[in-house]
């Protein structure tokens, strides 16, 4: 299929184009959406907005999200990932949030934002996936080699509406969490604080 390509300098133009980023701004901040977050910063970095335009729409998107995180933990809520279009946008946000940190070093802040998604995604293959990504972080991989020897990036269906998770690695699941299975059991073990406090 041919994708047209897309003339910046039209679309900067475009009065429709221009009052459909306006409407999501607003609507993005009357909803307090991050899923309309995230539709507007495609839109901006489509038309190559400004970066302090970009960067103020990703620190509402994180912000926002880290506010949901907090809600859902202290009332027990999960993500539901596959039919709520704003919850999976939050788990977005705090896993993309969560892969920078893990890119930039941050250890702890990785590992730690890993398993609290494992421990709020009501989504099977995610939850292993998130365990499998605090267990790389735990067993000492660097983020580079975590992607270059562990992730299978062919594995990758550009189509799946939750492709933004990495999910596919070179082997099974279930043969990596057995691998790992003493950074499983120290993972559920930081996640008990979180179960104690039901």
């Known amino acids: 299929m041919e994708v047209p390509e897309i003339h910046v300098e039209e679309l900067k133009k475009d009065p429709e184009f221009l009052a459909n980023i306006k409407r999501l701004e607003e609507e993005c901040r009357d909803e307090q959406s991050i899923a309309k977050g995230y539709q507007l910063l495609d839109a901006q970095l489509v038309i190559e907005a400004p970066e302090d335009d970009i960067n103020e729409i990703f620190t509402f998107i994180v912000n926002t999200a880290f506010d949901r995180l907090a809600e859902y933990l202290s009332t027990h809520q999960s993500f539901d990932i596959i039919n709520n279009i704003e ?79 990495i999910q596919s690695f070179v082997q099974p699941n279930d043969i990596l969490l057995t691998m790992y299975a003493k950074y499983v059991l120290l993972g559920k073990e930081e996640l008990k604080v979180l179960e104690a406090s039901k």
Do not use: W
Request: proline share 1%.
């Open 87 to 165: 919850e999976r946008a939050i788990a977005r946000a705090i896993y993309e949030h969560a892969i920078q940190r893990y890119s930039e070093n941050d250890q702890k802040g990785a590992k730690e934002m890993f398993l609290v998604l494992h421990h709020t995604i009501n989504h099977e293959e995610i939850k292993d996936a998130m365990m499998i990504h605090a267990c790389a972080v735990m067993a000492g991989n660097s983020f580079e080699s975590f992607i270059e020897d562990m992730v299978d990036v062919s594995g990758i269906d550009e189509t799946d509406p939750l492709a933004f998770f």
